[in-house]
C-alpha cells in the first residue's frame, strides 16, 4: 500500500505548541503536535485547517462526539439560567434529575445514592472515603495495572506506571495491589492455558494477601476496572470478577469497579461490570458522562452511602451546566449510541483481525474489548514481546495520517471514538490507521 501523508504540524500548530512548551506544566504526558480548532461528531481541525477522524474522543471522553447540537443547546439554555449555586448549600432540579437517572441505571438490584464530582479522580477519592467511612475499616485492595487517577488517594491505588507515583511517596497507607487477570498474558508466568482455564490470579488475594499481609476483616474495599483502561484495554475473564465478589462477601467487602472510563454506554452496555454478570456496591463514573464537560459521580447502593452531613462534598461537584449536559448525554445514549457502539464496534474488531495477516506487529498480539473499547496489542512475536517504540510511532504517524489515535498498556493502541460514529467514519479511520501502520512498521524494518 502506497503511504501518503502530509508531514504536521503545520505553522500555526506548531508556534502554539512552541508557546505551550514554555508555559505549561511539564507534567503533561509527552503529547502528540496536533492543536485543535473545532470538532464535529468524529472529526476535528487543525489550527492549520487539516481534517482527522477522531478514535480518541480526548480519552473516551466525547461520548456523543465533539459539540453535538442537543448538548450544546443544554449546555446554552442551563447557562442562560444559572451557572453555579453550590448543591452543597442549595437545590436545584438538574442535578436532582440527573442523580434520579444515574440511579435507575445503576447495575445493582437495590436503591442507589449518588454523590456529584467534577472528574474521575475525586469519584475515587469519595469512593475510598465512603468505604472506609461505611466498612470502619482502613485498607483497600487494589491491581496492578490499574489507573484510578492522580490526586493523593487515588493515585495509592494507581498502579499504571512508575513514573506516575515516583516522587510522590508517602501514598496513602493501607493500599495493597494484587495482580489483575490477563487471560493472554499471567503475571506469575504461568503456561497461559493455565491462566485461561483457571484463574489463578483470585488465590494471591486469598493464599498470600490474606494469610500474610493484612486480615480480610479489616479490609474496607476491593476496587477494580471492568476493563482496564490505562491497563491496556484489557479484558479480564469474568470468573475472575465474579470470584472477587466472592471474596467480597466472604469478609463483608465492599466491590468498587471504577467506571471512569468503561462506563455509560462505552462497551456497549451502561457499565462495564455488566459484562461480567456481576453487582458492585459502589460506582466511579466520569468520562464520558458530560459529553466533556467536567463532571463525575459516586452512585453506591443506599445503605453504604449513608454517611451523615458534613461528611463530604465539593463547591463545584455536580455543577448545573455539567449536569444539564450529562442528561442530554444519558439521552442520546439511550436513543441509539449504545446499539451504534456494538455495530461500529464489531466492525473494528473484525477489521483489525483481518488486518493481522499482512501487519507482522498485529499478528500475535491480542485484540480484544467491548463495543467501543477496543485494544490491539502491537507485538514482535508469538511470545509477544511487546514492541513500545513502534507502538509510539504509530500515534505519531496517525497525526501525519489524519488520525487520532491513543496508547494504552505495555504496547496496546485503544479504539475509542465517540459513540454516534458512522461506518463511513470508521472505516476512513482503519485505513488511516493502516497507512500509520505500515508506515510504522516500514520504519522499523518489519515490511
Ligand atoms: C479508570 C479510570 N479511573 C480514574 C481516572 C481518573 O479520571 P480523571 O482524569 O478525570 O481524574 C481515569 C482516567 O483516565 C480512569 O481511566
Redesign the pocket.
Known amino acids: 500500500m502506497a503511504v501518503e501523508m502530509t508531514t504536521r504540524p503545520g505553522p500555526r500548530s506548531q508556534a502554539l505548541i512552541d508557546r505551550d512548551s514554555v508555559i505549561m506544566s511539564g507534567s503533561l504526558t509527552p503529547r502528540y503536535p496536533f492543536v485543535i480548532e473545532r470538532g464535529e461528531g468524529a472529526r476535528v481541525w487543525d489550527v492549520d485547517g487539516h481534517e482527522y477522524v477522531d478514535f480518541a474522543a480526548g ?1 473516551a471522553v466525547t461520548a456523543t462526539g465533539h459539540s453535538h447540537p442537543k448538548v450544546v443547546q443544554a449546555i446554552i439554555d442551563q447557562a442562560q439560567k444559572f451557572i453555579h449555586i453550590a448543591g452543597t448549600d442549595y437545590y436545584y432540579e438538574v442535578q436532582i434529575r440527573l442523580a434520579e437517572k444515574l440511579a435507575a441505571i445503576a447495575p445493582f438490584g437495590e436503591n442507589a445514592r449518588v454523590f456529584l464530582t467534577n ?4 469519584a ?1 477519592e469519595g469512593a475510598i472515603k465512603v468505604s472506609r467511612w461505611y466498612t470502619e475499616r482502613k485498607h483497600i485492595i487494589a491491581f496492578y495495572g490499574a ?4 490526586t493523593l488517594g ?1 493515585l495509592s491505588l494507581t498502579a499504571s506506571k512508575v513514573i506516575q507515583r515516583d516522587g510522590f511517596f508517602p501514598l496513602i497507607p493501607g493500599v495493597h495491589h494484587v495482580p489483575y487477570n490477563n487471560p493472554y498474558r499471567c503475571m506469575h508466568g504461568r503456561e497461559e492455558q493455565a491462566c485461561r482455564d483457571h484463574c489463578m490470579c483470585i488465590d494471591y488475594i486469598e493464599d498470600v494477601l490474606f494469610k500474610r499481609v493484612v486480615p480480610p476483616d479489616s479490609v474496607a474495599a476491593i476496587i477494580l ?1 471492568p476493563i482496564q ?2 491497563g491496556g484495554y484489557l479484558v479480564p475473564d469474568s470468573r475472575f470478577v465474579q470470584q472477587i465478589r466472592q471474596v467480597c462477601d466472604r469478609y463483608g467487602i465492599l466491590m468498587v469497579i ?1 467506571e ?3 462506563g455509560i454506554g462505552r462497551t456497549g452496555k451502561w457499565w462495564g461490570i455488566e459484562h461480567h454478570g456481576v453487582e458492585p456496591d459502589v460506582i ?1 463514573s ?2 464520558g458522562l458530560a459529553s466533556g464537560m467536567p463532571l ?1 459521580a459516586i452512585i453506591a447502593r443506599e445503605h453504604v452511602m449513608s454517611w451523615p452531613p458534613g461528611a463530604h462534598g465539593s463547591t463545584f461537584g455536580g455543577n448545573p451546566v455539567s449536569c444539564a449536559a450529562a442528561l442530554a448525554t444519558l439521552e442520546l445514549i439511550e436513543q441509539g449510541y449504545m446499539q451504534n457502539a456494538i455495530e461500529q464496534g464489531e466492525y473494528i474488531h473484525d477489521a483489525l483481525e483481518e488486518m493481522r495477516s499482512h501487519h507482522p506487529s498485529l499478528r500475535h498480539g491480542r485484540i480484544d474489548g467491548r463495543g467501543l473499547m477496543i485494544g490491539a496489542e502491537l507485538v514482535l512475536d508469538e511470545k509477544r514481546t511487546p514492541v513500545k517504540e513502534l507502538r509510539n510511532r504509530v500515534e505519531r504517524l496517525a497525526i501525519d495520517a489524519g488520525l487520532l489515535i491513543l496508547g494504552c498498556g505495555e504496547s496496546a493502541l485503544r479504539f475509542c471514538p465517540p459513540l454516534m460514529i458512522d461506518r463511513a467514519t470508521v472505516q476512513e479511520g482503519l485505513e488511516r490507521f493502516e497507512r500509520a501502520l505500515t508506515g510504522a512498521e516500514q520504519e522499523a524494518g518489519l515490511l
Open positions: 480519552i472528574s474521575g479522580t475525586e475515587v489507573f484510578h487517577g492522580r487515588a476496572e483502561g490505562e471504577d471512569v472510563q468503561s466511579t466520569a468520562k463525575g
